[in-house]
């Protein structure tokens, strides 16, 4: 490890295991700037854990040297949030695809977003199941033609941003992994945020997607305006519908403070008189006829 | 059943009269006063109408189950009188509401002591309180069968103390004038009552279901998911209340998939963590079971067992969850199955649990079921001056050659808890070389697969000794599981004291099972009986393939308990 006066390197936090991606995987990107954003941070590698699902990207923490959970498909954030209610001094992050987040998962998010979990959830979009060689997504458009959708897909996307911001997300943004900078800028922001932070990345696959490639997007991604007011719900709800128009904006759509899972229990426990050495005979003798 | 010593008392009527509170209240008050008492309840899936049904006994000594039948019953309404009268026997009393109430007719059952209690007469008419009907009951129960008045006033106070003096004073006037009804009206004909009991200090009464969380607690959880699901629901409302007094988290998770996920995800943190669910929420469980295998990671899981499949019974009695709990979950995963026998089991077996889930990294699952999760009895007050806890092996310092699923003689490996310097490592549902790095060759996913299974192998003995009750000459020999241990106890008494030779094997861990024991149980008897709640005879199943043990499976499953009464006349059959 560097001294504390060096600033640290994206180096610093890589593991020895090379990524598992095919070549022109957008998720190299990702791993890049999210490496450098926990460089930015001087993220504590003891004391940080990433967790994630399964699929290509949820083979995330393997290639980074902190503590991490590869979990099952789709449970991504319900583990996530069960280390950190129970090791509030950590940092979790959740890492995952499409298809784990919004399909198999995708009952697991509108409920860490109400709550108000206190993770950072990077999600990379590839429209597409990788791991399983190519079938549709929930964010694969009608009409996409792969192995079990030999006529065209008869099911419409969701829209990640949308889902986020109308649950009560107080952290939704977008980026592509082709824009390092603002994935770095972005994740760090996500980092940085107290609540729940969600971060779709577009992160296109080379091998099994053959329709929404970098080359698709190239007149899609559109800069979220720098006036764009981040704390008015209806406008960045505006801007997930730019998708309806076949825009892909990237930047930070929404970020509000507010009481967090952990500011909650912490209250409950304050109710409860919470104390280390509460002595459990009390209620036993509770318990006396 | 013994005058003076042994009593059994059920109170019937609709749901949402008062059946429950009223049988709590009685059962409060008799053990107040110093008796035994243990309870058993049914009542319908549904919040409001359909029968319901509270049956408390009581006792001088340690009570082992239900009982067989009752002595008293006192019947609120027609349907209650209709369920049970054909339970009725000879000697029985009945107490029920007449003139006045919805029963229309008078009672005049041949061998049968009636007793016309005009209680929803009182309650309208006299008191003009209708709703302290159940209060008039006890108290001409309390008259009849001396239960302490005193006992019961005191209860009520603490029930309805904080809802004011008026409360109270309404239902401690009902409670004499149920009384009063009885002196003033009624020639008490049967022989029973109870001999009061000596106030005892050192005495709890307890449902099952909080006695799990209450074993938690002892055993030092500190976090708890569920989501709510009949009959395991009291589990999650006892530690919502108590766990966060010893600055532990509690949250209601989205599902049964999300809670399990909640709890691997705290215990991979260091934290003792824990939930509870029924048969359709262990369904879900299942693929995060073996997750939690694999993955080495301690967690405890509760399954108050109901009527299955599917949403099935979900209020009755049923002890069929075995299967799922011991071959569950694709693929091979080791995991341990316990099974408390009765409340004061479900303290102590779940300290267990998180004693042998610590010690070995693994899930634990603890069988209750519906009917001790309901039920709600006496016991000695623990003293967790006593109880011994078990925390997992774990590393410190600086991590060099750390290796998470190190292979090791024993098979645990110890697990770095995250926060310790160099240590990091990724923990794993893909199979995994001692690194943790997933591999995938012949031979790691053998060796792997050994150690997982290999770690359990001084389970048997590290639980403790199954306890056996022999005796000499016979020969038959009974196993039960669960809460039919304490049926069986009884059934073992009554079948001994009418002329059987029997003997009595009473196994709390069912999975792995005690091979040594059952064998050695097995070389006595020449034949085996395993009564069990369920259509497949599950543990008779499971015995049959892991032992040369060949039981004899007798079932029932009409999502009710054994009687006693019904096993001793099997073990009396076997016999012939």
């Known amino acids: 490890m560097t001294t504390a006066t060096e600033p640290l390197k994206v180096k610093d936090f890589k593991s020895t295991v090379p990524p598992t991606w095919c070549p022109g995987c957008g998720d190299y990107g990702v791993l890049n700037a999210t490496l450098k954003a926990f460089a930015d941070i001087k993220l504590d590698i003891n004391n940080t854990v990433l967790v994630s699902g399964i699929g290509c990207s949820s083979r995330f923490p393997y290639f980074v040297k902190t503590y991490g959970m590869h979990t099952a498909h789709g449970r991504v954030l319900p583990v996530a949030a069960g280390v950190k209610l129970a090791r509030p001094d950590l940092r979790v992050v959740a890492f995952g695809g499409d298809g784990d987040g919004f399909s198999i998962g995708g009952g697991h998010v509108p409920h860490v977003v109400r709550k108000n979990t206190d993770l950072t959830y990077i999600l990379m979009d590839n429209s597409i199941y990788g791991l399983t060689k190519g079938q549709t997504s929930p964010t694969s458009q009608t009409g996409m033609v792969t192995v079990t959708t030999p006529y065209g897909s ?19 943004a977008q980026a592509y992994s082709s824009k390092p900078k603002i994935v770095e800028d972005l994740v760090k922001q996500a980092l ?98 | 059943m013994a005058q003076g010593n042994d009593l059994i008392i059920r109170i019937g009527g609709e749901g949402g009269e008062g059946v429950i509170s009223s049988g709590d209240m009685i059962a409060q ?30 006792s001088h000594e340690t009570i082992l189950s239900e009982g067989s039948g009752f002595d008293v019953v006192c019947c609120f309404n027609q349907e209650a009188l209709d369920m049970n009268r054909k339970s009725l026997r000879q000697g029985n009393a009945l107490i ?14 041949p061998g049968v002591h009636c007793y016309p209690v005009p209680m929803t007469k009182i309650a309208k008419e006299d008191l003009a309180t209708p709703r302290s009907k159940n209060m008039v009951a006890l108290g001409a129960i309390a008259e009849l069968y001396s239960i302490s008045m005193t006992s019961l006033k005191e209860t009520v106070q603490e029930k309805f103390g904080k809802k004011g003096t008026e409360v109270v004073e309404v239902n401690y006037k009902a409670l004499d004038a149920g009384a009063q009804h009885v002196r003033q009206n009624i020639k008490k004909a049967d022989p029973f009552k109870m001999d009061p009991g000596t106030p005892k200090q050192d005495v709890i009464i307890i449902s099952g279901n909080e006695a799990v969380g209450l074993g938690a607690l002892l055993a030092g959880v500190r976090f708890f998911s569920a989501y709510p699901i009949t009959p395991a629901t009291e589990v999650a ?17 989205e599902d049964e998939i999300a809670s399990l996920a909640n709890v691997i995800g705290a215990s991979y943190g260091g934290v003792k963590s824990m939930t509870s669910t029924s048969g359709p929420g262990l369904s879900l469980m299942q693929e995060l079971i073996g997750m939690a295998s694999m993955m080495e990671v301690p967690v405890v899981i509760c399954d108050v067992q109901r009527g299955g499949p599917s949403t099935g019974l979900p209020t009755k009695h049923e002890q069929s969850d075995l299967f799922l709990a011991a071959h569950g979950c694709h693929g091979d995963a080791s995991k341990v199955v316990l099974s408390p026998e009765g409340v004061e089991d479900c303290v102590y077996l779940t300290v267990e649990a998180f004693n042998i889930a610590e010690r070995y990294q693994l899930p634990v699952l603890l069988l209750s079921d519906g009917s001790l999760g309901f039920r709600t009895s006496s016991m000695k007050k623990p003293d967790p001056k006593n109880i011994r ?56 996913h053998t060796a792997m697969l050994d150690k ?11 639980f403790g000794a199954t306890e056996a009750d022999h005796q000499d000459g016979a020969q ?80 029932i499953y009409g999502g009710l308990p054994f009687t006693p009464r019904q096993i001793a006349d099997k073990i009396k059959e076997v016999l012939k």
Request: with cysteine; proline share 7%; aromatic share 10%.
């Open chain 1, 154 to 172: 008869p099911d419409n996307p969701v829209n990640p941003l949308a889902y986020c911001l109308t649950y009560g997300a107080t952290f939704v």
């Open chain 1, 192 to 289: 940085n945020h107290k609540g729940f932070a969600f971060v779709n990345i577009i992160s296109p696959c080379p091998t099994f997607n053959k329709i929404n490639t970098f080359d698709f997007y190239k007149d899609m991604i559109e800069d979220i305006p720098a006036d764009h007011d981040t704390s008015n719900l209806q406008a960045a709800l505006a801007i997930a519908l730019r998708a309806k128009q076949g825009k892909v904006p990237v930047g930070l759509l929404y970020k509000v403070e507010q009481p967090t899972l952990l500011d909650r229990l912490g209250e409950i426990r304050k109710k409860a008189k919470a104390s280390p050495d509460y002595d459990i005979n009390v209620i036993i003798d509770d318990y006396r006829p």
């Open chain 2, 29 to 58: 008050a008799a053990a107040r006063s110093g008796l035994e008492v243990l309870t058993f309840k049914t009542f319908p899936a549904e919040i409001r109408g359909g029968y319901a049904m509270y049956q408390t006994r009581f």
């Open chain 2, 96 to 109: 029920y509401d007449f003139p006045g109430g919805d029963i229309a007719e008078e009672q005049n059952i």
């Open chain 2, 237 to 253: 409302i006892f530690l919502a209340r108590h766990l966060p007094k010893f600055g532990g988290n509690l949250v209601q998770a």
């Open chain 2, 389 to 444: 806890v078990e925390n997992r092996k774990t590393v410190s310092g600086n991590g060099e050659g750390f290796e998470r699923y190190a292979l090791t003689e024993s098979g645990v490996s110890p697990m770095a808890i995250p926060g310790t310097p160099g240590c990091a490592y990724i923990s794993t549902g893909l199979e995994h070389a001692p690194s943790s790095a997933p591999r995938y060759t012949a031979e790691n």
């Open chain 2, 452 to 462: 997982r299974f290999g770690k359990l192998k001084d389970l048997e003995d590290y």
């Open chain 2, 476 to 555: 038959l020999g009974v196993i039960a599981w669960g809460s039919t241990i304490g049926t069986l106890r009884e059934a073992v008494k009554i079948a001994r004291a009418e002329g059987a030779k029997v003997a009595a094997l009473y196994p709390k861990l069912v999975w792995p099972l005690p091979v040594k024991a059952l064998n050695a149980f097995g070389a006595k008897y020449k034949k085996i009986l395993v009564p069990e709640i369920n259509k497949q005879g599950q543990l008779a199943r499971l015995i049959q393939g892991e032992t040369e043990l060949r039981p004899i499976s007798y079932t």
